[in-house]
């Protein structure tokens, strides 16, 4: 078994850690967490496996609907990061980020209170924060290499797309992945208020669904017994820590303040009841189909 000291690290974020695999890539979910883009000094326990879990169980449920660059989470992961890791296809990267909103929140909440818009998209007047919208809205926006991502409209998703018609289909798939997975988490007992794709190109030009799906670091995820518009939500996603680092007085600059422990108790168990929520599966399975020798069929 290769260890993961003998490859290549060709990118590290503040999640996860992309090595070299010749014609493939290993990517690691790490159990670092981000607020405001600045990772916080102490992890999460278990938050990469969760990661890697929610998005495996997306991707194995979705395939029908578009291809995905996961080809396996046991074959070729090394040993110390089996559950974290994922081989994953080498893929030419699409320049902006996908995101789908059936709720409005967080930063559309924002530019609809400023504008009655997101994205350039009219939205109905009166809406309270955290009304579900008529319909889900495609809001995309670029990818920063440093500080923030911007929203834009879609005639500038076009022009760093540089093709209109694989933009609509971006689009049209986008809303379609956020359908489906809305649909299954809501018989859940979870509401996905918005949430955040990243697509690419494979070697023969098809788009291809990349990085995470429906996590709770790409995605709002709302309790629904506990639902209701014209206030802000409890939820199951990283916002929880958010709320908490707002609460410190923390200017939002790096350094990032250090965890409490029961900050990391509280978020861990938020992680892990997202994924047994949404998978209807106890997270130590995925554990034992990672860690503990079961061949992927055999699960």
Not at 158 to 187: I, K, M, N, W
Not at 232 to 241: A, H, L, R, T, Y
Not at 279 to 298: N, Q, Y
Request: charged residues 25%.
């Amino acid at each position: 078994m290769v260890a993961i000291e003998d490859l290549a690290l060709v990118a590290s974020g503040k999640v996860r850690d992309i090595y070299d695999l010749g014609d493939e890539l290993l990517l690691v979910a790490s159990d670092r967490i981000s607020t405001y883009d600045v990772v916080h000094p102490n992890p999460i326990p278990d938050k990469g496996s969760v990661l890697t879990a929610i998005s495996t169980f997306w991707f194995e449920q979705t395939g029908a609907l578009i291809p995905n660059h996961m080809i396996s989470v046991t074959d070729g992961v090394p040993e110390g990061v089996r559950g974290r890791g994922m081989v994953v296809k080498k893929l030419r990267m699409l320049p902006v980020e996908a995101i789908v909103r059936g709720y409005i929140t967080g930063s559309g909440w924002k530019d609809y209170q400023q504008t009655g818009s997101v994205s350039g998209i009219q939205l109905p007047d009166g809406l309270q924060e955290s009304d579900q919208l008529p319909e889900p809205i495609f809001t995309p926006s670029t990818k920063a290499d440093t500080g923030h991502d911007e929203s834009i409209d879609f005639d500038a998703a076009v022009e760093l797309v540089g093709d209109p018609e694989l933009t609509e289909r971006l689009r049209d798939v986008s809303v379609a992945l956020y359908q489906f997975a809305a649909s299954h988490a809501r018989g859940r007992g979870i509401i996905l208020a918005d949430t955040k794709f990243e697509f690419g190109l494979d070697g023969d030009g098809n788009l291809t669904l990349a990085d995470e799906f429906c996590t709770p670091d790409s995605s709002r995820f709302w309790p629904a017994e506990t639902y209701a518009p014209g206030r802000g939500q409890p939820s199951f996603d990283k916002q929880f820590v958010r709320d908490w680092a707002a609460g410190t007085g923390w200017d939002k600059a790096p350094p990032a303040p250090a965890l409490p422990p029961d900050v990391v108790a509280r978020t861990r168990e938020k992680y892990i009841e997202a994924y047994e929520r949404i998978t209807g599966t106890p997270f130590a399975d995925w554990l034992a189909r990672t860690r503990g020798g079961l061949e992927e069929s055999e699960v």
